[in-house]
Structure formats: C-alpha cells, structure tokens
C-alpha cells in the first residue's frame, strides 16, 4: 500500500522560506506515468493546487506561486520536496504531498497533511 | 488561473439526489475530459470520486456519478446517506498544463 508522508516545519517566519519533504513509501517514485505534487488547503477554505513533478524532474507549477516555488525529487531517498521562498501570513495552510495519474488525472493518493503557520 | 466556480452548498433529505456544478472556461472544463471530483471529511484528507469526467475508482459507491457539458461538469449523489455529508470539490487540468479546483461545496444532509 502506498503511503505518503509530509516533514517539515510547521512555523516559519514571514519573508522566510517553507520547505517540505514528502517521503513516499510501499513503492518507487520512478514508476512511470506518476506525477507527485503538493496541494495547500488554508484553514477553512479550499483547495489550491501548487505543482507537480515527475522523477525525472520536469515541473509544472502555479503560475500564481511560480516565481517563489521550487520542487525537487530526489529518487535515491523515494523523496520529493517543496520550497517556497518570502512567505507571509497567506501561506499558512495543510500542506498535502500527493500522487496523480500524469499531470491531469486522478490524485489517487494523499498524505495527511502537515500544518504550516506563517505568524502576521 | 481562476478557481472553478462551484455553489457554496447544498443540501437534501435522506434518500434524495443532489447535484453539485462546477463551472469553468473553455481553458479547463471545456478543454479537456480530465475532471475530477473530491470528498473531503473534516479533518481528513481529499479522497477522489470521479475521474475524467465519468469514471469512478475502485470501492467507491455507484450512487456518486458525473458528467460534462460545454464547460459546466456535474457530480450527481443519489440514495443521499448521513455519511455524506461532507465538502467536495472539482479539479480541472487546463491548457497551461496546470490543474485548478473548484472553490468547495459543503454538503449538509438533513
């Protein structure tokens, strides 16, 4: 069974950076047609998709995160990370590490989500 | 890119269908037939119900479907239970090779 998890922080300091790692566990990140990506969900609101990446690398991200985001795997560590630069108060939320069919299709599996709270 | 637009909430009795909407642009919804739709319980995780616009995963009940029209995608619940009341949300892939949701439906069984 596959498993998700989220480490990281769970406060950092406005104008700091948020960064995440997501262990997946129960199989490989290098099977193919699997894209891994991160979703936020700020407290009591939606969900906002933030990006995914392949194991090879290739990224697609929020064009509305884009300029403060970087993702990166790191398939020796079945790991794959997120860094988002010059937080402030509206970054606060879950964090999901999740897996999805290619870039467009079903997410199939989440993590359980880490909190992260950015203090105003 | 713009959240797809979905109602607030909704609700219905026991027993009865409800269908959620969830409204997009020709640049998502109406793009592609990659739709997908999402159950949410307090405090847990997203678990997905639809995909591509109609299909249902594996173990989930036959009584949650979808559909497509233009740019407008469906979730229909029939036979309402209690344990469904929850918040959902669409997701759409888009021609930027994004994905974008839906702001939420909360669900209230009553």
């Known amino acids: 069974q596959l498993q998700l998890q989220e480490s990281g922080p769970g406060l950092v300091r406005p104008s700091e950076t948020l960064s995440l790692t997501c262990t997946v566990s129960?199989?490989?990140?290098?099977?193919?047609?699997?894209?891994w990506g991160w979703i936020r969900q700020p407290p009591g609101k939606g969900l906002e998709w933030i990006g995914n990446i392949y194991y090879s690398g290739s990224t697609y991200y929020n064009p509305s995160l884009e300029s403060r985001l970087t993702m990166s795997v790191d398939t020796s560590r079945n790991q794959f990370s997120l860094r988002l630069s010059s937080v402030t108060a509206a970054d606060t939320a879950v964090y999901y590490c999740v897996r999805s069919y290619g870039d467009y299709g079903m997410i199939d599996y989440w993590g359980q989500g880490t909190l992260v709270a950015v203090p105003s | 890119q713009s959240a797809l637009t979905q109602p607030a909430s909704v609700s219905g009795s026991p027993g009865q269908s409800i269908t959620i909407s969830c409204t997009g642009t020709?640049?998502?919804?109406?793009?592609?037939?990659?739709v997908s739709w999402y159950q949410q319980h307090p405090g847990k995780a997203p678990k997905c119900l639809i995909y591509d616009v109609s299909n249902r995963p594996s173990g989930v009940s036959d009584r949650f479907s979808g559909s497509k029209s233009g740019n407008t995608a469906s979730l229909t619940i029939s036979g309402l239970q209690a344990e469904d009341e929850a918040d959902y949300y669409c997701?759409?892939?888009?021609?930027?090779?994004?994905?974008?949701f839906g702001g939420g439906t909360k669900l209230t069984v009553l």
């Open positions: 020709s640049s998502d919804v109406g793009a592609y037939n990659y």
């Open positions: 997701s759409s892939y888009t021609t930027r090779s994004t994905r974008v």
């Open positions: 129960g199989d490989s990140i290098r099977i193919p047609s699997y894209h």
